[in-house]
């Protein structure tokens, strides 16, 4: 995948172990960014972790039409009941997310799996990213950092539109199916 970041050229980028690599073809070398650093901008917060892990749950069942309680889908996760409530409130509000009334009722998804952008989930549950005032500095330093900031923000943005929920959820499948074991 071939993202732009600038005028200078394209990057290319794949997720290692590690975190994301970046290759810059303009002669600038290349860099690891850690996806799970502390402080790191690339990683999702907690809220958004719980809800792309509650989505998957419900796009698993989603060709079965099925539904998941909150009770469920905390209980297998190891999500506070309250705090997923929260956060599957959100997704419904967001339009991602219907939820049915009644004793075998609960939450699915509102569209298919691959029709859900990631970059949509995290806007409704973390907002819009606000851009941070720089008006105290002018330096031309400041102005390379904010620059380098810009795209880093760009191509994460640009990463998370290009990946749906059904992405995520063939790659969790791919990974369950590496672990099977079989014994004789």
Known sequence: ?????????????QLHRWGYRFCFPWGLGAATIPTKAPGNTVAFSAKTEYGLV??????AIHPQGGVLQVAEIAARQGIPDRYLEQM?????????????????????????PAEIRIAEVVVCLEGEVASRGTAARQSAE???????????????QAILEGTSLQDLLDERD??????????I
């Open 54 to 59: 509650s989505l998957l749950e419900l796009a």
């Open 174 to 183: 791919q990974r369950l199916q590496s672990q099977v074991m079989y014994f």
């Open 1 to 13: 995948m071939t993202v732009c970041l600038g005028p200078q050229g394209a990057t290319s980028f």
């Open 88 to 112: 599957l409130t959100s997704l419904r509000r967001g339009q991602i997310l219907r939820s049915i009334r009644g004793p075998r009722g609960g939450y699915q998804l509102s569209r298919p």
């Open 142 to 156: 400041f102005e390379v950092i904010g620059g380098l900031e810009g795209r880093l923000g760009q191509a994460r």
